[in-house]
T-cell receptor, first 112, second 114 residues
Framework: EAGVVQSPRYKIIEKKQPVAFWCNPISGHNTLYWYLQNLGQGPELLIRYENEEAVDDSQLPKDRFSAERLKGVDSTLKIQPAELGDSAVYLC??????????FGPGTRLTVL | AQSVTQLDSQVPVFEEAPVELRCNYSSSVSVYLFWYVQYPNQGLQLLLKYLSGSTLVKGINGFEAEFNKSQTSFHLRKPSVHISDTAEYFCAVSEPGGYNKLIFGAGTRLAVHP
């Protein structure tokens, strides 16, 4: 069974440019999470979806970050414009409601 | 608010030696506790979890952890490590009733040397 798929795996951009990350969760998982993992730190939740509804986005910096999950399956996380401090790994995870979270390999973003 | 403290940022150990990775948490309510492992360039994988019941929890790859409520600790142990155990280990906590809101520690880098 396929796990959580994320793309791209690596992205290098210049500051002030936009960037988008894509996540395909495990089939049947209604809950989808986006996490930010800074170097040397544990993941921090950015946003959680139940189907297509964002039920917890309290940690998402809404001035430059946005996310969508239009059909309740795939999700996209966008940053516009990117700043130097956004360099990090962006992890996607999925689960059944109230179930164990399964993580994707992440997208490593470098902002120059 | 809940928080997790992993007391060691790095733990070097020789192959076949025992290891303990320490984790303390703070919470005003009962919690669920987890240990995840992250291999280089990979996502996090669940090693084990404590929800309730027996305080000694066994997980995958020969790891186990013990929940100590009085000391608010959930230390991870393995009696004999292998080179392949070299990875980053994260302790996490969530409120009872679900896994939805995981709070992670900063991680412990386990380096196993031959």
């Amino acid at each position: 069974e396929a796990g959580v798929v994320q793309s791209p795996r690596y992205k290098i951009i210049e500051k002030k440019q936009p960037v988008a990350f894509w996540c395909n969760p495990i089939s049947g998982h209604n809950t989808l999470y986006w996490y930010l993992q800074n170097l040397g730190q544990g993941p921090e939740l950015l946003i959680r979806y139940e189907n297509e509804e964002a039920v917890d986005d309290s940690q998402l910096p809404k001035d430059r970050f946005s996310a969508e999950r239009l059909k309740g399956v795939d999700s996209t996380l966008k940053i516009q414009p990117a700043e130097l401090g956004d360099s990090a790994v962006y992890l996607c995870a999925s689960s059944f409601p109230q179930g164990e979270q399964f993580f994707g390999p992440g997208t490593r973003l470098t902002v120059l | 608010a809940q928080s997790v403290t992993q007391l060691d940022s790095q733990v070097p150990v020789f192959e076949e030696a025992p290891v303990e990775l320490r984790c303390n948490y703070s919470s005003s309510v009962s919690v669920y506790l987890f240990w995840y492992v992250q291999y280089p360039n990979q996502g996090l994988q669940l090693l084990l979890k404590y929800l309730s019941g027996s305080t000694l929890v066994k997980g995958i790859n020969g790891f186990e952890a013990e929940f100590n409520k009085s000391q608010t600790s959930f230390h991870l142990r393995k009696p004999s490590v292998h080179i392949s155990d070299t990875a980053e280990y994260f302790c996490a906590v969530s409120e009872p009733g679900g896994y939805n809101k995981l709070i992670f520690g900063a991680g412990t880098r386990l380096a196993v040397h031959p």
